[in-house]
């Protein structure tokens, strides 16, 4: 397979179900496919996908990262790294990801954040079109930034997938689309509308996929606790009546429905679920009051 951009990165790990296939093959086969904005997002965000397919037969995970990592702040022992060799490090680290997680397939697809952000930028739509295209009927569930996401370049991200997606035949489409947290939580959602993933399965391992991203790590942000602290308050803060029945929970929000209908715009989609917070913190003021 073929990428715009000359370092786009296409990895097929040793360690993983598909070693010794092209990336081709190995992305035909997946089973869940994981496309988001910036290195260590996958782990950050969509562990319960890689640990759903982690030493599972028949589950091929395969990752997407869409930018080059250029920008990324930097401090300590990375503070007089060049952009240039920033993107190397980034690129290393997600690769290392990719091992440990025994991913089917890792695409690094190097493209500028600005372009990402750009609706139709012709590189963007072809990466996208290759890889939406070149998934197979294995292929259960994607996973996308969601919506109401606060960086710019994850709703750009997210964008552009929607846009590659409604661009396939209908029945090449996936057929369930989950848009997981990132910048902003997904606890504004009514209780009936949030896509509880369990992220429990393999703690270390958990951990051990968000402490490969050092240099973002040693950047001064704890991404490392803050993405399991995430998950245990999640399982825990979900319901205050409930016993927790697992330990770790991250949420995602449904977007199938924005696949299903490409008439409905993302932006009314979003909207409808803010309207839905607003009447019930609304009706339980009114109620009590
Ligand atoms: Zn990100």
């Given at each position: 397979m073929k990428l715009a951009r000359p370092e786009a990165d296409l990895y097929v790990p040793a360690t993983g179900p598909s070693a010794g296939l092209t990336p081709a093959a190995a992305l035909a086969r997946t089973t869940h496919l994981c496309v988001i904005a910036h290195q260590d997002d996958i782990e950050i965000n969509a562990y319960p996908a890689v640990a759903e397919c982690y030493e599972k037969p028949g589950k091929y995970f395969t990752g997407v990262v869409m930018t080059n990592g250029a920008g990324s702040a930097r401090t300590?022992?990375?503070?007089?790294?060049?952009?240039?060799?920033?993107?190397?490090?980034?690129?290393?680290?997600?690769?290392?990801?990719?091992?440990?997680?025994?991913?089917?397939?890792?695409?690094?697809?190097?493209?500028?954040?600005?372009?990402?952000?750009?609706?139709?930028?012709?590189?963007?739509?072809?990466?996208?079109?290759?890889?939406?295209?070149?998934?197979?009927?294995?292929?259960?569930?994607?996973?996308?930034?969601?919506?109401?996401?606060?960086?710019?370049?994850?709703?750009?991200?997210?964008?552009?997938?929607?846009?590659?997606?409604?661009?396939?035949?209908?029945?090449?489409?996936?057929?369930?689309?989950?848009?997981?947290?990132?910048?902003?939580?997904?606890?504004?959602?009514?209780?009936?509308?949030?896509?509880?993933?369990?992220?429990?399965?393999?703690?270390?391992?958990?951990?051990?996929?968000?402490?490969?991203?050092?240099?973002?790590?040693?950047?001064?942000?704890?991404y490392d606790r803050a993405a399991i602290g995430r998950r245990v308050a999640n399982a825990t803060m979900l319901s205050s009546h409930a016993v927790d029945s697992v330990e770790a929970v991250s949420f995602a929000m449904d977007l199938t429905p924005l696949v299903v209908d490409e008439k409905l715009s993302a932006r009314d989609f979003t909207l409808a679920h803010i309207e839905k917070l607003r009447a019930d913190v609304g009706g339980r003021l009114e109620k009590l009051g």
């Open positions: 300590g022992r990375f503070a007089h790294v060049t952009d240039a060799e920033m993107q190397l490090i980034r690129r290393d680290e997600q690769r290392r990801a990719a091992d440990i997680g025994k991913y089917s397939l890792q695409l690094q697809l190097a493209h500028a954040s600005g372009d990402v952000k750009k609706p139709g930028h012709p590189g963007v739509a072809a990466d996208l079109a290759a890889i939406f295209g070149g998934c197979g009927p294995a292929l259960e569930c994607v996973y996308l930034h969601q919506p109401a996401d606060k960086h710019d370049t994850h709703v750009g991200c997210f964008l552009r997938c929607l846009e590659a997606i409604r661009a396939l035949p209908r029945d090449q489409r996936p057929r369930r689309v989950l848009g997981v947290e990132g910048w902003r939580d997904l606890d504004w959602l009514a209780d009936a509308d949030k896509v509880a993933m369990n992220a429990s399965p393999n703690p270390k391992l958990a951990e051990e996929l968000v402490g490969v991203f050092e240099s973002q790590i040693a950047g001064g942000k704890r």
